[in-house]
């Protein structure tokens, strides 16, 4: 699988911005978003189930982001609302071929991987 992410930018607090992730390739369970803010590790943000398009959210982005899908475009979403400082990284969006739901957090359980796209957030 193949993922292009883009939509990253220079935002003020309280700003919206919207990722895009376009996949290609083979089939895939599970699409999720990560981020790496500077000397932190990679954390979980969002992810979907391509397959009745369940969504999990971590704590810190639950109301203020939402994920989702085009099933017709092969492209997955990442609503960022009300942004704060803290959200500030670079974002990363993942496939699982064969994800399964227990792992869908897990960084480690997706194959392939974007380029990841910067966000930083103003206060």
């Known amino acids: 699988v193949q993922l292009q992410a883009s939509g990253g930018g220079l935002v003020q607090a309280g700003d919206s911005l919207r990722l895009s992730c376009a996949l290609s390739?083979?089939?895939?369970?599970?699409l999720g978003w990560f981020r790496q803010a500077p000397g932190k590790e990679r954390e979980f943000v969002a992810a979907i189930r391509w397959s009745g398009g369940y969504t999990y959210y971590a704590d810190s982005v639950k109301g203020r982001f939402t994920i989702s899908r085009a099933s017709d475009k092969n492209t997955v979403y990442l609503q960022m609302n009300s942004l704060k400082p803290e959200d500030t990284a670079v974002y990363y969006c993942?496939?699982?071929?064969?994800?399964?739901?227990?792992?869908?957090?897990?960084?480690?359980?997706?194959?392939?991987w974007g380029q990841g796209t910067e966000i930083t957030v103003s206060s």
């Open positions: 390739g083979p089939t895939f369970t599970n």
């Open positions: 993942a496939a699982a071929q064969r994800g399964i739901l227990s792992t869908i957090r897990v960084a480690t359980s997706y194959d392939s």
